[in-house]
């Protein structure tokens, strides 16, 4: 059979960087077998082929397009016939080196580190935290606005983390998260050691003593419910105390001319103490982003619910509307579970990658694929130390269409 000289032959696009592994075929050998004698790759492209099987593998090291030569005869023809063709192959770039990192103005008003992490040890408790701008953020040039605050005080053991997001529309929202974090962080830390964190241990070992009847009595009600208020006040006045504080940062800025908007963020606000009865987990939520009791293999307990703004895209941000007193006991939530695997806070720039819908935040499929990640990359209930420089490397991991800032925070116990 004479099929003609002229046969096409394909590749498939590679990517610069990544593995490689792809057959060279004819595409109008109209069925005839072919034998490779050469596959000649240009010097970039560190590939190479298998003449019996066909195949070409390897990593093509720069983007660009280049130009296969190809050797074969047709398998009916004498041993001794050769063809020669030119194989285009794109080689695409990297999406990742394709991102900018310019650094942000050093000399704006309330410039910050664009990546920091921290960790924080107790006797049943650890806390790890990371903050990283996101990659959005770092092709501009402009700054990061997540923060956290994270706490553990030894004398009780009670620990604090809190995560916050600054909208990125707002003028200064870097610091309206930097000042949630640290106003409500302070506030925890002395309150919990003092009157407060008394009142919540007494309502927390009612609770555990009423909840254990099988029935669900008056008395075990009224004692979720002390429980519930007991907590509302240490969170709700923790949330309060950040509201005053970005009213009071604007009023000491004059120079600046801002309004609280400008310093608009979310804010995540959480508790938790390890008692012989259980563990007690508390949070304030507003905003998007996410804070979940997780267990392992028995699914998520959330302690709030993701805010939508007006319009699609947009979400709410901590301002005075959300500290009245009925805000404030809606979106003061708590559970006393026997077993935690951890206690999670993350911003949307974490969440978004991980829980592609609202509803799926409620699904204990996306919350064990991510603590899986995590234990293999971060190993947080590790207490040798370097966890929380793992998990700030960790935050550099690739989710097409979510480049924002990104900040976690994980609790664990013994």
Not at 29 to 37: C, P, Q, R, S, T
Not at 321 to 331: K, P, Y
Request: charged fraction near 20%; charge should be negative.
């Amino acid at each position: 059979m004479n099929i003609g000289p002229a046969l096409e032959f394909r590749l498939p696009n590679a990517r610069a960087g990544q593995a490689y592994q792809q057959q060279l075929l004819p595409i109008n050998a109209a069925g005839e077998a072919i034998v490779l004698l050469a596959v000649t790759f240009p010097p970039e492209l560190d590939l190479r082929a298998d003449l019996a099987s066909h195949s070409v593998s390897g990593v093509a090291l720069v983007a660009n397009e280049y130009s296969v030569e190809v050797l074969y005869h047709l398998r009916s023809e004498d041993a001794a016939a050769c063809r020669m063709v030119r194989v285009p192959l794109l080689v695409t770039p990297d999406p990742k080196s394709l991102w900018k990192d310019l650094p942000s103005d050093r000399s704006a008003p309330f410039w910050k580190e664009d990546a920091v992490c921290a960790a924080v040890t107790g006797q049943q408790m650890q806390v790890i935290a990371a903050s990283k701008r996101g990659r959005s953020h770092a092709h501009v040039g402009s700054f990061r606005d997540d923060d956290y605050f994270i706490s553990h005080r030894p004398e009780s053991d009670w620990v604090t983390a809190i995560v916050a997001d600054g909208a990125g529309s707002a003028r200064f929202s870097r610091e309206g998260a930097r000042l949630v974090c640290e106003a409500a962080g302070a506030y925890l830390e002395e309150a919990l050691e003092g009157a407060v964190g008394a009142t919540i241990t007494d309502a927390a070992a009612a609770f555990h003593a009423e909840r254990s009847n099988e029935a669900a009595t008056p008395a075990a009600q009224t004692a979720r419910q002390s429980l519930h208020n007991a907590l509302y006040m240490a969170l709700g006045h923790a949330a309060f105390h950040a509201v005053k504080t970005i009213a009071e940062a604007t009023r000491a800025h004059t120079e600046l001319q801002a309004t609280a908007k400008d310093f608009s963020t979310t804010a995540l606000i959480a508790i938790a103490r390890r008692f012989p009865f259980g563990t007690l987990c508390a949070a304030y939520w507003v905003g998007d982003g996410a804070v979940g009791i997780y267990r392992k293999d028995k699914g998520v307990t959330l302690l709030g619910t993701v805010d939508s703004g007006e319009f699609a895209g947009q979400t709410r941000f901590l301002d005075a509307g959300e500290v009245s007193a009925e805000a404030l006991l809606r979106r003061t939530r708590f559970d006393l579970v026997d077993d935690m695997t951890a206690l999670i806070l993350m911003t949307d720039g974490v969440s978004d990658a991980w829980f592609n819908t609202e509803a799926s935040l409620e699904r204990a499929a996306p919350w064990d694929a991510l603590w899986a990640e995590l234990e293999q990359s971060v190993q947080p209930c590790e207490r040798s130390g370097g966890a929380e420089q793992r998990l700030l490397a960790w935050l550099d991991f690739w989710s097409q269409g979510n480049h924002d800032d990104r900040t976690i925070a994980i609790v664990t116990q013994e």
